[in-house]
């Protein structure tokens, strides 16, 4: 059991700025990546899968924060050789307590993870956010996401390409899913429930050795 990496709420002003920032037509679809650049966050899925993303929709936009200077120009590099690169902004690393803007600013937030057993930190501040997601269907992606809450594809890029447009085109099931996860967030993944829970701990470590 697990928060939020923050508890700052998004400010709508700053969230239009962040919006502006990347998105330059009314019908453009903006999908967030954050995570580091392991190789079981699946960046690299995503990078294959981005081209087909943009063929089909050019008006897809994406943002991958994270990662290392280094990282980040090999990546742009090899963008730019497919013919996507200004389709792809990669702002470096964000602090935590201005991360919910730009998750607000998003239309969908992505979790192309290939392994693991634990629940990436990151599917908590997507709930927060309450914004539709495109994950992997890996077992720490499904510890808390459903098809309520997400598209769950495969674990290859013709089939994360796929997923991405889907939820690009459907308008509805992106407000949908939002309020799902939002939902969720309240109700389970917040810090009051968090210190009920660590309370409860506590209770039970004192009881046990009494």
């Given at each position: 059991?697990?928060?939020?990496?923050?508890?700052?709420?998004?400010?709508?002003?700053?969230?239009?700025?962040?919006?502006?920032?990347?998105?330059?037509?009314?019908?453009?679809?903006?999908?967030?990546?954050?995570?580091?650049?392991?190789?079981?966050?699946?960046?690299?899925?995503?990078?294959?899968?981005i081209p087909e993303v943009v063929r089909q929709r050019p008006q897809a936009r994406f943002v991958i924060i994270g990662g290392?200077?280094?990282?980040?120009?090999?990546?742009?590099?090899?963008?730019?050789?497919?013919?996507?690169?200004?389709?792809?902004?990669?702002?470096?690393?964000?602090?935590?307590?201005?991360?919910?803007?730009?998750?607000?600013?998003?239309?969908?937030?992505?979790?192309?993870?290939?392994?693991g057993v634990n629940t990436p930190l990151k599917l908590l501040d997507y709930l927060k956010a309450g914004r539709s997601i495109?994950?992997?269907?890996?077992?720490?992606?499904?510890?808390?996401?459903?098809?309520?809450?997400?598209?769950?594809?495969?674990?290859?890029?013709?089939?994360?390409?796929?997923?991405?447009?889907?939820?690009?085109?459907?308008?509805?099931?992106?407000?949908?899913?939002?309020?799902?996860?939002?939902?969720?967030?309240?109700?389970?993944?917040?810090?009051?429930?968090?210190?009920?829970?660590?309370?409860?701990?506590?209770?039970?470590?004192?009881?046990?050795?009494?």
């Amino acid at each position: 059991f697990d928060i939020p990496s923050s508890l700052v709420e998004p400010s709508p002003d700053r969230v239009r700025e962040v919006r502006r920032t990347f998105v330059r037509g009314e019908d453009e679809i903006l999908l967030t990546f954050v995570g580091s650049f392991a190789v079981y966050q699946g960046v690299d899925l995503l990078l294959a899968a981005i081209p087909e993303v943009v063929r089909q929709r050019p008006q897809a936009r994406f943002v991958i924060i994270g990662g290392t200077q280094a990282e980040i120009n090999e990546r742009k590099m090899r963008l730019h050789g497919q013919g996507v690169g200004e389709a792809v902004t990669f702002p470096g690393r964000i602090a935590p307590d201005l991360l919910p803007d730009y998750l607000a600013a998003s239309d969908i937030l992505l979790s192309p993870r290939l392994s693991g057993v634990n629940t990436p930190l990151k599917l908590l501040d997507y709930l927060k956010a309450g914004r539709s997601i495109v994950a992997t269907d890996v077992e720490a992606n499904r510890l808390i996401l459903d098809r309520n809450t997400a598209i769950l594809a495969a674990p290859d890029a013709p089939s994360l390409a796929r997923a991405m447009i889907e939820l690009a085109d459907d308008a509805p099931a992106r407000a949908r899913m939002g309020r799902e996860g939002r939902k969720l967030y309240e109700t389970r993944y917040n810090f009051r429930e968090y210190a009920v829970r660590l309370a409860a701990c506590y209770a039970a470590l004192e009881n046990g050795g009494s």
